[in-house]
C-alpha cells in the first residue's frame, strides 16, 4: 500500500538528534505515512504529495517525556503554598492525592488524564510515559494501570509509591510484589520503587525490583531525590533503564552510572541506566537541580522529563524543562534537547528500532524511526533558552499526524 508523503521543506534548523548528533541548515524532512523516509538538504529533496513549508523556521524532533504520573484526581495548591512559605517537601501529599484519587470516577480519572496529554502535545510532546502510584490498593492500582495505557505511551507501574496511611510497610510491600503486580501486569511494561526516607528502604525496594524483574518488567527507580541514599546503586545492580531524580549523589553514585555506560555499543541491548533529570521538580520542592552537567563529564547518558504530578511538578511543560537546564544546569541548548528527545527514547528503551516491543524509533529523525516532529516559531532551537518562557510550538506531528 503506498503511503501520503509529506514534504517539510525550507527547515532554517533541523535538529536530528540522530546518531551523529546532526544539526542541518535549509533541510527537508520526507515521512511517508508514520514513517521517516528522507532526510537532508532542502534543494535535493524528492518529490512529495504534500509540501509543507517551514518557513525557515526550526524542527526538532518531538519531545520524549519519559517521567510522569498523570493518573490521579484533586489539588495540592495549599501544599504548594505552605512549600513557597518555607515548608519542606516530604512525600506525605501522596496519601492527599491518593484519596482523591480512590474517589474518582474510571471516567474522571481518564479525562483529567487525557487533557493533561492534550496539554503535552500542545508544547511539541509526542510520545509520554505515565505511571500508576496514587491507587495504592489492588483494585485502585488495577484501573490506574488500565486508564494510564489508554492515554499514554508506555505505563509504568509504581505500586511502590508510598505505603498507604495505617498500612504495615512489610504486608504492603508483599502486595506489591504479589496479588497488586498480578492485577496491573496486563497493562504495563515497566516498574518502578520510591526508594527513599520515608517512601521504601532498600531492602523493601530490592523485593519490589525482584518480584517486578521475575514478572518480566523492565525496571526503573525514583532514588536519591531527597537525600542521599540506595536508589542509583539499587538502579545499577538490577540492571534499570533509568534512576530519576538524581538530585543527591556522591562520586560513587556517579561513577557506578557511568560504569553501565562504558561498553554501550548504541543497541539496546547494552545500554545502560539513564539518569532521568526533573527539572521543574526541582524548582517547586526547593531542591538543589540534578548535577546533568557532572553527569554528561562522566559519561552518564542524561534524561530530561517533566514528571507531571500533582505534588512536586504540576507541569507538562517539556520546553519549560529544557530552557532550565540549558539557564540552570550549565548544559547547553543542543545538550538539553538531546536529553528531552533522544534521552527519554534511550530511558524507555525506544531509541532504536530494537525496543521492547518492535515499534519505530523516537526521539529522533532519522530514516525508519517515526515521523515526530515539532516545528518552531524561531529560526533556532537556541530560543528555546533566549526566549525563556514564550510559547514557541508552532506545529506538531506524531507518526506523520498534524496533531497540532
Ligand atoms: O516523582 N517522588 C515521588 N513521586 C513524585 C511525587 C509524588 C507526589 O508528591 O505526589 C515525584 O516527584
Redesign the pocket.
Known amino acids: 500500500m503506498t503511503m501520503r508523503s509529506q514534504l517539510l521543506s525550507n527547515i532554517g534548523e533541523l535538529m536530528t538528534q540522530d546518531a551523529e548528533h546532526r544539526v542541518l541548515r535549509n533541510a527537508a524532512v520526507l515521512f511517508e505515512g508514520e514513517r521517516i523516509s528522507w532526510v537532508g538538504a532542502a534543494d535535493r529533496a524528492p518529490a512529495a504529495d504534500e509540501l509543507i513549508d517551514a518557513g525557515g523556521r526550526a524542527v526538532l524532533p518531538g519531545w520524549v517525556d519519559s ?1 510522569n ?1 498523570l493518573i ?1 484526581a484533586g489539588d ?1 495548591t495549599a501544599e504548594f503554598e505552605a512549600r513557597m512559605a518555607g515548608e519542606t ?1 516530604a ?1 506525605g ?2 496519601a492527599v ?1 491518593t484519596e482523591a484519587t480512590r474517589a474518582a470516577s474510571d471516567q474522571e480519572l481518564e479525562e483529567l488524564a487525557s487533557a493533561r496529554v492534550a496539554e503535552a502535545i500542545s508544547q511539541g510532546t509526542t510520545f509520554l510515559e505515565t505511571k500508576t ?2 491507587g495504592l490498593d489492588v483494585e485502585n492500582e488495577r484501573r490506574s494501570a488500565q486508564i494510564a495505557a489508554k492515554v499514554a505511551d508506555q505505563v509504568t507501574y509504581l505500586g511502590a ?1 508510598l505505603v498507604p496511611a495505617g498500612a504495615d510497610a512489610e504486608e504492603y510491600t508483599d502486595l506489591v510484589c504479589g496479588p497488586m503486580l498480578a492485577a496491573v501486569l496486563p497493562w504495563v511494561q515497566w516498574a518502578d520503587v ?1 526508594c ?1 526516607r520515608g ?1 521504601f528502604t532498600e531492602e523493601q525496594s530490592r523485593r519490589v525490583l525482584e518480584a517486578c524483574r521475575k514478572a518480566g518488567l523492565g525496571l526503573r527507580v ?1 532514588g536519591n ?1 531527597l537525600g542521599p541514599g540506595a536508589g542509583v546503586r539499587l538502579a545499577v545492580e538490577f540492571g534499570a533503564a533509568s534512576v ?2 538524581v538530585n543527591y549523589l556522591d562520586d560513587q553514585d556517579v561513577d557506578a552510572l557511568a560504569g553501565t555506560w562504558s561498553a554501550w555499543d548504541g543497541s539496546a541491548t547494552s545500554a545502560g541506566t539513564v539518569a532521568t533529570c ?1 527539572p521543574a ?1 526541582d524548582l517547586s ?1 526547593r531542591q538543589p537541580l540534578a548535577p546533568g552537567r557532572r553527569l554528561l563529564d562522566a559519561g552518564v547518558q542524561i534524561a530530561l522529563a517533566s ?1 507531571c ?5 504540576f507541569t507538562t511543560s517539556m520546553p519549560y524543562c529544557v530552557t532550565t537546564a540549558a539557564l540552570q544546569m550549565g548544559l547547553s541548548v543542543h545538550e538539553a534537547v538531546r536529553a528531552a528527545t533522544w534521552g527519554g527514547a534511550l530511558a524507555l528503551r525506544r531509541h532504536t528500532g530494537e525496543d521492547l516491543d518492535g515499534k519505530r524509533a523516537v526521539g529522533s529523525i532519522a530514516v525508519g524511526h517515526r515521523a515526530d516532529l515539532q516545528l518552531l516559531e524561531a529560526p533556532s532551537a537556541t530560543h528555546l533558552a533566549y526566549r525563556p518562557g514564550v510559547p514557541l510550538t508552532r506545529a506538531v506531528w506524531r507518526a506523520g499526524e498534524l496533531v497540532w
Do not use: K, M, V, W
Request: charge should be negative; include cysteine.
Open positions: 517521567h504520573h490521579f495540592r517537601y512525600a501529599g501522596i492525592t502510584g496514587y509509591h520510591f527513599e517512601a525514583h531525590q530519576d531524580h526533573l521538580c520542592t514528571n504530578n500533582p505534588g512536586t511538578s
